[in-house]
Every structure is written in C-alpha cells, then in structure tokens.
C-alpha cells in the first residue's frame, strides 16, 4: 500500500501506521451498519451539471514562472531522475 | 474463419484489436486555456491548471466536448445521456497532478462501427465494432537522456492536459492488412469531420494494437495464444509490419511452447522499426491500481437528443458517403472515387466543380488523377492554392472535346497555365497554337497525299493504318495540326479518290 | 481609538471617513503580530513591508479622492493553504516549506481588489488535516485563551490571530470543521458558507468535494462584510455556484421572530462536556427569547458522520496529494542510491513524500490509497458515499420542519496540547458535530456562546439548508446584539505576550 502511494516507510514507522490504520479502519468500517442496497451514492454535494469554458486562449505562463519552484531544471525542461523502461501507463 | 496472413496458408486467425488516441483539433486544452500548437519550445504552454500546481482546477473546454461528439456520432456510437470524468491515479512525471482526468465506467459513447472497404477489392468488408470513445486529458512528454552520463529525464510538459479522445475497438480486425485500411478510413474520417489533423508524426494520433491468433485444435477446440499489446508504432505503415512481425513471432512461439492465452498475464511488447522486431518491455509493477474515483472537481454533463441533433447537422458527410455519392452522381468507379476521397474534402470539391462544369465525371477524375495530382505531388502544396482553378480547366478541356487540340497538345497549354497563371484562351494564344479550321485542314490533307503518293496508295490497297504516317508531314507543315482529324480527312480524301 | 478596539465594519468606515489612515490601522496590527505572535505562534510568514507598501498607496489614492474598495484599509491574515504569489505558500508542510506560487487564489485576489492589505499567512494544521494546529511542520499554536492549550484546528492559526487581535478578521478553510471548531475553541466567529459559494481556485485542495473558504472575525457583522467580497461565482472553478451574492451586511437587521431553529437531542448524548452542553442550551434560550422557536429534530444518520468523512476525505486527498512527489515543486530528496527501490524515479517519490509530509498526512494518504484500491473501492468509498447521501437526507428532511438547525460545535472546550496527539481516533472524534456539515454541502457559523468556569470559550454552531448565509448571519448577529460573549478579549493577553526578561 505504501508503494501504491509513493511512500517510503521506515520500521519503526511500518508497525505504529499499521496499528493506527487497522483501528481506523475498523472504526470506519461502522458504516457496514447501515444498509444502503437502493442508495445511490453522492459524489458531489450540488447537482450541478454541464460547466464549460469556450476554446479561447488565455496567457499562459513564462518558461522561467514554469520551472521557477522546479527542484531540479536546466532553463527549459523539468529534470528527473531516470525512469528505467518504458512509459508508466496507457 | 478466415486463414490469415503470410504466403503459406497457416491454419490460424490473426485477432486484432486497436486502441486509438487522437488530440483534438481545439485551440486550448481540455481544461484550461493553455494553446495546443505544435512544435513550441518546451514549457512554454504551460500554466498553473495543467502544471498541477497546488490549488489549480480544470474547467471543460466546450469545443473539445463537441467534436468528441461529433467523432463518436461518425462512429455510429450511441451516446450516453449522463456522463462523468474519473481520476485515474498512477505516478509518472509526465503526469503533474499524480493523475489523469479520464473517463471510466461512464464514458459518454459506446458501441459503434466502422467499416472499411477495400477498393482495390483485394480485402473483403470488413466491419470493425468500436467498444467505447470517451473524452480524456493528454500527459506532457519525457525524454530520456541516453547521452549525459547523470542520467536525467527531461519533461516538456507542454502537451499535458491536450484533448484526446481515445477510440477501443473489438478484435475485429483479422490480419495487418485490415489494421492499416481501417487505421487509414478512421483518419480520414476524423480528418473530414474537423475532428483532428490525426498526424502520427507530430503525435495527434497514436495507436496501441493487441494481437493474438486462435488455433483450430484437431479436437475441434479453439486454442487462443496470450494477448501482446504492442506500442510505439509510428506510422500506420508501422503498425502493418509490426503486426506481420508478430503474427508470426507469436506462430513461431506457439509450435514451441503451446502456451494459451490466460496462463500467462498479458505482454506488452514495443515495435522497433529500424531493427524490424517487437521487444518485451519490462512488466510494470502492481500491474496498474489506478484507483479510479469520481473527479470531484468537475460536474457531470447530460447530452440530450436535440443537442444530438443538432451536432449531427453540422457533421457534413463522412467519407463513405462521399465515395458513394461520387460514383453514384459521376459514374466513376469505386476505385476512382476512392482516389478522389482519400485526397481530401477541398480536391473532392474541386473534382465536383469541374466535373460539373463539364459534365463528365469520368474526364474529370482523369484530369485530376493524372494530371492535377501529379503535379501536386511534384511540388508540393495543396489543391486549394492549386493556381489552375476548376473553371479554367473545364475551358480547357472544352476546347479539347470540340476537338480544337488534342490531349498531348492540351497537356502543354496545361502546364503553361500552370507555369503562367493564364487561362486555356490566352495560353493557347501566347503559345502561338492557332486552331486550324476545318477549310484549311481540308486543303492541307490534299497537299500532303499530293506529295505522298505511296501512302495513299497503301490506304488504298487495304492498309488504313499506313495514313498514320501522314500526321508526321501534317504537322510538320502546321504544328496546330490535330492529328486525329487528319487522319480522318485523310482518309475520307482518300476513300472519295477513284 | 485603538483600531484593535474597532470592529472590522467600523475600521472600513473610519479609514474611508478618514478618521484613521490605512498605515495606522495596518501598524498598529502588524506591531500587534510582532508583541504576541512569538508566544502564539498563529503566523508562519509576516509581510510588514508589503503590507505598509498596499497601506500607503490605499492612503495616496485615499488623499487622491479617488474610489477605494469596501474593505480599504483592513487588515487580514490569510490561511497558509491559500495561495499568495507574492509570499511562501506552504499548506503548513516541509514539502512546500519554500514553495512560492505564480499566481494568486481567487479569494485572495478579491481581497486585493477590496483593497484589503494581506498582512501575512497563517499556520495550519499541514494540508488541513487535523483538529488542533498540532499537525504543522512549522510548530503548534497555542490557544490565547490559555497557552497550554490548543486552538483547535485546522484554522488554528487564524482563529488564534483574530482572538488576539492580530488582525480584525481572517481567512480559513472548512473540510470538515476546521473554521467553525476552532472559532469555538478560540470564542470567535467563523462561518462555512454553503459548498461552491467561496471559489476554491487556489486553495491547496484537501478533500475537494467538502473544502470551502470562510471568513473569521470577532462579529457575525464583520464575517458578513468579509463574505461579500469573496463570495460570487468564479468562472474558473467548474463547482462555484453561478448564484447573485446578496449584500450581506445590509440583510443582518431582522428579527428573528417566526425562525425555527432545530435542536438535535442525539448531539446531547455522554461525551458531551457538561458546562458546554449548559452553555449551548443557555444559546438555545437566548434565540428563543429573540423570537425564535426552538423544536427538537432526528438526525438519524448523524452518528455516522465522522465514519464517512474519514473515508471519503483521505479518499480524495490520497489522490490530490499525490502532486507532491518533488518532480515539478516542492522538496527533493536528494538522492542517494539504493537498491531498496525500483528504480532513482521510486526512490524520489518514496524519499521526497516520505520526508515532506508529516504522520497524519501519511496516515490519511495511506487510508485513502487503501480505501479506494481494487477491491475495497465498493466495502469503503462507494459505501461512504452512499451514506454521504443519506446524511444529506437526513438535512433536506429537517429543513421541511426547521429553517436552522443549532448545537455544539465541539464536545469539549479548548484541550490540552499534547492531550489527543497520541491516538488519531481520538483526535477524529473533535469533528463529531461539523463533518456533516461539510457532507451536505450546507453552510454553518460558530460563535460564542458562554465560557466554563476556567474561563474558556463555549462555542455554539447554526447550520442551515444551502445558500443559507442570510438567515446564518442575521440569526448571528441577532445573537450576538443580546449577548457579549463575542466582545470578550483573552485576559491577560498583554502579560502572556510580553517577552520575558
């Protein structure tokens, strides 16, 4: 799970997340209480629908702004350290 | 069943299917106002919304909704009333936010066709179900630095958050061949419909292909190798030759190892075009969780059947009806009509004009075919700054229906109205070509079989053919000759003589 | 006068009058910060000369007669989760610890355009996530009220500003309470507004389906004004409410005679500190005899509130946090390679993540990414959501019989420092009265509503059904025309902030 999100976890840290998140989540799992089989689920609070914007330019920002709180960058590109292989997903 | 592919008729099917990405042929990106010209100098078309900087949120780019649309309704798909984006969470740093805005179980089209006919007849129909179109954001480019011994990927976020529509078929294809007549028939679709330029080379238009072939067994089973997905295919030409490649790449793994589909998990190989091969690529690890979840940050859109409506009405006809039109109001051939298509809706244009103007479609398509095309081909640009315009070659050719030159002769008054922007009239005149009229012909004829008596009396004797060799002296006496009249006077002269 | 004396209504007015110039107002605070901000700890960065620079063109054009905007002059800390571009924006956390953006949050570039001077940015808990301004990277703060405790959180930074004076109002941000609990715990008023009321460009996204920006001041009143100017659709954010933003401040004078107001017999239940539950129905009987009616109401799902908002919110935060992995901003690791990871990209990510962000960040990141994996999505997020629409019920059924539902804010007054640190459930169950607030999407004010024996704020919370600002504010400031409590001041301010010899 730590991987799946990016994290690196040290020992020490490994057994107390554990712990705390097996409570978590056996708190949270209170939710098995209730029965919600006609229930639809609610992703947004407002039932708005159909927000767009028109295909209009506006300005973008400077190369310098882009890459101005980048850690690593040689003027034009984000730098990162080497991925090994192909692309990460479709 | 079809047998499938190579020269020597193996007892297998090739199953193909596609998944197609194509940008949208929009001014900004999908969620923000950032342009999406190509070839910009990196991160220079950039902003905090597709950064994925802290704070930053996407609003959907109307236009991008609406060829989408049109894209999917060409398509014959149906659309859904009620659509939603989803976040498609994965690591990457060409992805800035740490996901992509994509669609998942709601998508807004599904279940389409497209069909594509091979005119040359060498293919049969072939009826290619689309499993879904939805609407999604591009990620920005990495490049890697074999060069520097550091070690370092650059990222050009420029293209991060372009639109795409990615386009899944069923495996309905059945052999490479199929893949690239369809892959040619979707672009020119996309392109007649405004939908995208469907560029492979600048990267409008990508294609990931998934093959496997299915064995008849002698059990009367059908055996099914595992499904490669294959990527990194430049060009439609590409994607062909990697699918011969790996068709029989997978034959040559099968007689060894009889390994079936589902005992192995699904391959991703890339295509190496110089070298000519598919490689393995490394097996991505926890084989992609993307944890896909309802984007909070945009609400959902509903397409009624008025608004439907009112895209398909200003859809203009897609290339298969174009075809059909063509050959059904001209009377060319399917092949002819095919040629005609593929070049696009501006030289469809031009052919109708001209063939109007005329009134022979058949002429038309030939003019256009061999002669317009050509030297479209020679130098370059496009029908639409094409210097000769439909109304000075139909006068053109005209003039050669009356009989005033005959086609070799037109096809230099031609390149001087190509080299000097004239029309037929004043091309003709600044050539110094004079008609030559009927009476003066007629006297011309009589000189000439004065001074060859041996030919007329060869015609005489039976040999019509030997009056070609009078056209040499006819023109030789007047270059604006036209040869096929006199030969006929010639031989009506000849035939009047006792 | 003292502009720390003066409302923020009738400091705008004094500065447009010219009674008092914006320069004296912004000193006058700023020297403020500079006496108590040490022992408080409720700023992470001050910008005493950009913020005297605005004071003085606000003055010039003043002088000039030309037109200032309605909050000329007034000073105003804003939350370290909104962004600024021209000072640090750092959500509390050591991975954006110097991370300055190119642009500036909606709200704030309102705020500019009233000609409010932004006088600095204030501490957090990190990505607001917390319940006590004891999850910053940046040290806790500490409770004016009494320093050993702590504020409340996640705003805890601006509700301890305005309790000090600081500055006359502030901004923050409410996910699941973090305006309203720690205006309570600090006897200030905060207000939530209804969700897509406040744009939410530019506001470090938490969970973004519950996150709104609010205004807290000393006053129903001065919230008002405040949400005048933020307030108002922003083309931008594609979950801002199109709908007009009524001029608040001018619909506060009404009576209240003919409102219901709703009292929830379940938030009454053990675990409620009894001189809160007494002052919270001393609240109840002040409304009434303002004219109000008081009716008991079921919330039946209410007691599932914190359940689902623990899993939706970690849901949609594992997910907007996965932005800081210190490939494009914020902190890098530096490298050091190792064969523990796949790979120096992995190793980036893992170490960057890893030492930027601190253990309820990781803890809700990894609740999240578990919650919504292949698998679980159906028994965790998707069975959250459904109850999400079940509490949101349980609102639209109450707001057939009431017009305002009222109740506890917290089931405890002003807690220790260190007292929850150690169990995170514990420090969950601090949101017990506002999440559901947040679920619905509705809108809710805190404000004062008596003090306990030791002399710690009481606070009372109102929420009504979605664009309920109106009647929110005028129940308010009713409210607050028959009481005093919003006027105390923390004794003992000035000794407690006095540097020590």
């Not at chain 2, 031009?350 to 109007?356: D, G, Q």
Request: negative net charge; charged residues 20%; aromatic residues 6%.
């Amino acid at each position: 799970m730590a991987a799946l999100a990016r994290l690196a976890l040290f020992d020490h840290e490994l057994a107390t997340m554990t712990s705390e998140l097996s409570n978590i989540v056996g708190f949270v799992s209170l939710l098995e209480e209730l029965d919600t089989t006609n229930v639809d689920p609610l992703a947004h609070p407002l039932d708005a629908e159909n927000v767009f914007r028109d295909d209009v330019p506006s300005p973008s920002l400077s190369t310098a702004e882009a890459l101005q709180s980048a850690p690593r960058h040689d003027g034009q590109y984000f730098l990162v350290p080497a991925v090994l292989g192909e692309s990460g997903a479709a | 069943m079809n047998a499938s592919t190579s020269e020597t008729q193996v007892p297998f099917t090739t199953i193909i299917g596609l998944e197609v990405h194509v940008q949208l042929q929009t001014l900004t990106k999908l969620f923000c106002g950032c342009s999406t010209a190509f070839g910009a100098p990196p991160n220079t078309q950039v902003c905090p919304v597709c950064l994925g900087l802290p704070g930053s949120l996407p609003v959907m780019n109307q236009r991008a909704f609406r060829l989408a649309l049109k894209a999917a309704l060409a398509l014959d798909c149906n659309i859904a009333s009620f659509t939603k984006w989803d976040r498609k969470n994965y690591f990457y740093p060409d992805l800035p936010k740490g996901y992509q805005i994509s669609q998942f179980d709601l998508p807004f089209s599904m279940d389409g066709t497209l069909e594509v006919i091979d005119p040359k007849g060498t293919i049969g129909p072939c009826r290619v179900g689309i499993v879904r179109v939805h609407l999604e954001e591009d990620a920005g480019k990495s490049m890697h630095d074999e060069t520097a011994g550091s070690g370092d990927t650059r990222i050009d976020l420029n293209r991060a958050g372009t639109p795409l529509c990615e386009i899944v078929t069923q495996p309905d294809l059945r052999s490479p061949q199929e893949a690239r007549l369809w892959l040619n028939e979707l672009k020119l679709l996309l392109v007649y419909l405004g939908v995208s330029d469907c560029n492979m080379q600048e990267g409008s238009l990508r294609v990931d292909a998934n093959v496997n072939l299915h064995i008849p067994q002698p059990d009367g089973r059908i055996a099914k190798t595992p499904i490669v997905e294959i990527k990194n295919m430049n060009s439609f030409r590409s994607v062909e030759r990697a699918l011969v490649y790996e068709t029989t790449r997978q034959w040559g793994v099968w007689q060894e190892t009889h390994a079936e589909m589902g005992k192995t998990p699904k391959q991703t190989r890339g295509w190496d075009d110089p070298a000519g091969v598919t490689r393995a690529q490394r097996h991505k690890e926890e084989s992609s969780d993307y944890r896909y979840f309802p984007e909070p940050d945009l609400v959902p859109v509903t397409v009624s059947s008025a608004q439907q409506a009112a895209v398909r009405s200003e859809m203009g006809e897609p290339p298969v009806r174009v075809r059909k039109g063509l050959e059904t109001r001209w009377k060319i051939s399917a092949y002819d009509a095919d040629v005609l298509v593929n070049q696009g809706r501006q030289l469809v244009d031009y052919f109708e004009e001209l063939a109007t103007l005329i009134g022979d479609g058949k002429i038309a398509s030939n003019w256009l075919q061999q002669d317009v095309l050509r030297t479209l081909n020679e130098r370059g640009g496009t029908i639409e700054d094409f210097p000769v315009r439909p109304a000075a070659l139909a006068e053109l050719i005209a003039r050669v229906n009356a009989g005033d030159f005959d086609t070799s002769r037109a096809r230099e008054i031609f390149s001087e109205m190509l080299a000097s922007g004239r029309s037929a009239a004043d091309a003709v005149l600044s050539m110094g070509i004079a008609v030559v009229g009927d009476d003066e012909l007629v006297a011309l004829c009589r000189d000439i079989l004065a001074a060859n008596p041996k030919i007329v009396a060869d015609v005489k004797g039976g040999k019509e053919q030997a009056a070609a060799g009078l056209i040499g002296h006819a023109k030789k006496k007047n270059p604006n000759i036209n040869p096929g009249k006199v030969r006929t006077i010639c031989i009506d002269l000849i035939r009047a003589m006792q | 006068m003292q502009p720390a004396d003066l409302s923020a209504i009738d400091l705008v007015a004094a500065v447009r009058q010219g009674d008092l110039s914006a320069v004296q107002c912004t000193e006058a605070f700023l020297n403020r910060i500079q006496y108590c901000n040490g022992a408080i700890n409720a700023f992470l960065n001050v910008d005493r000369a950009g913020a005297l620079a605005c004071a003085e063109s606000i003055d010039v054009r003043r002088r000039s007669g030309q037109p200032l905007g309605p909050l000329a002059g007034l000073p105003v800390a804003v939350k370290d989760a909104l962004c600024t571009a021209d000072l640090p924006t750092t959500a509390a956390s050591k991975i954006l610890e110097n991370f300055r953006p190119p642009y500036d949050a909606f709200v704030v570039s309102r705020l500019r355009q009233a000609d409010a001077v932004i006088v600095g940015k204030t501490n957090m808990d990190e990505f607001a996530m917390g319940g006590s301004n004891e999850n910053s990277a940046f040290g806790p703060v500490h409770n004016p009220w009494d320093f050993s405790r702590a504020p409340g959180g996640s705003s805890g930074g601006s509700a301890a500003c305005v309790a000090a004076d600081m500055t006359p109002v502030a901004i923050g941000s409410d996910t699941g309470g973090s305006i309203r609990q720690p205006a309570g715990l600090c006897g200030i008023t905060g207000l939530k507004p209804t969700y897509g009321r406040v744009s939410r460009r530019g506001l470090i996204a938490f969970a973004s389906s519950l996150d709104q920006i609010g205004p807290m001041a000393r006053s129903a009143a001065d919230c008002a004004l405040v949400l005048e100017t933020i307030a108002g659709h922003d083309p931008g954010d594609s979950t801002s409410l199109t709908d007009a933003v009524p001029r608040y401040t001018s619909l506060l004078e009404q009576p209240l005679a003919g409102v219901r107001v709703g009292r929830v017999p379940e938030h009454f239940a053990a675990g409620l500190d009894p001189e809160v539950a007494k002052g919270v129905e001393e609240a109840f009987a002040v409304l009434k005899a303002a004219g109000a009616t008081v009716h008991d109401i079921a919330m039946p799902h209410a007691k599932y509130g914190v359940a689902t908002y623990y899993l939706v919110a970690p849901c949609e935060a594992s997910s907007n946090l996965a932005r800081y992995d210190g490939a494009h901003y914020g902190h890098r690791a530096s490298a050091k390679p190792s064969s523990a990871f796949e790979s120096p990209l992995i190793e980036m990510y893992c170490r960057s993540r890893a030492e930027g962000f601190g253990p309820e960040v990781k803890r809700r990141i990894m609740l999240g990414t578990y919650a919504l994996s292949s698998g679980y999505y159906d028994a965790y997020y998707a069975k959250a959501l459904k109850v999400r629409r079940l509490i949101r019920q349980d609102y639209l059924d109450a707001f057939e019989h009431v017009d305002l539902i009222g109740g506890p804010v917290s089931a405890t007054p002003a807690f220790k420092l260190g007292e929850k640190t150690g169990d995170p459930l514990a420090m969950y169950l601090v949101d017990l009265y506002t999440v559901s607030t947040n679920l619905a999407g509705v809108g809710g004010i805190s404000f004062p509503c008596g003090f306990t024996k030791s002399g710690l704020p009481i606070g009372f919370q109102l929420q009504a059904p979605a664009l309920g600002e109106p009647l929110l504010l005028r129940a308010s400031d009713r409210f607050q025309r028959l009481t005093d409590w919003h006027l105390r001041r923390p004794p003992n301010l000035t000794a407690l902030c006095t540097p020590k010899g």
